[in-house]
């Protein structure tokens, strides 16, 4: 059931949200749920970054800053299922800590 969560939130952004067939959501379905939403926390730290540095972020970029920078063991402390992926974000962005 988290998967189909997961999967939901991706496509919210995504150009094909409103299609029947989508060629990302097929890709992922093979992903489990803690990849699914680490990408995207990867996925919005790489865009912060890109706003921040005024350039586009390679994703190569932007996975070496969130494990060099900490946030992947960040990620590891305070990832939780009944969390969203952009509850995980937050959480992680602040340092880690568990501020329920």
């Given at each position: 059931m988290a998967h189909q969560r997961v999967?939901?939130?991706?496509?919210?952004d995504c150009h094909c949200e409103n299609e029947e067939f989508c060629p990302l959501e097929s890709l992922i379905r093979s992903?489990?749920?803690r990849m699914l939403e680490q990408h995207?926390?990867?996925?919005?730290?790489?865009?912060?970054?890109?706003?921040?540095l005024k350039r586009p972020i390679t994703?190569?970029?932007?996975y070496i800053s969130?494990?060099?920078e900490g946030?992947?063991?960040r990620f590891s402390d305070v990832y939780r299922e009944d969390l969203t992926w952009k509850q995980i974000y937050q959480k992680t962005m602040k340092g880690g800590e568990d501020n329920d």
């Open positions: 999967i939901k939130e991706m496509r919210e992903f489990n749920d995207n926390c990867v996925r919005l730290y790489r865009w912060n970054m890109g706003k921040r994703w190569d970029e932007a969130w494990s060099d946030c992947a063991k």
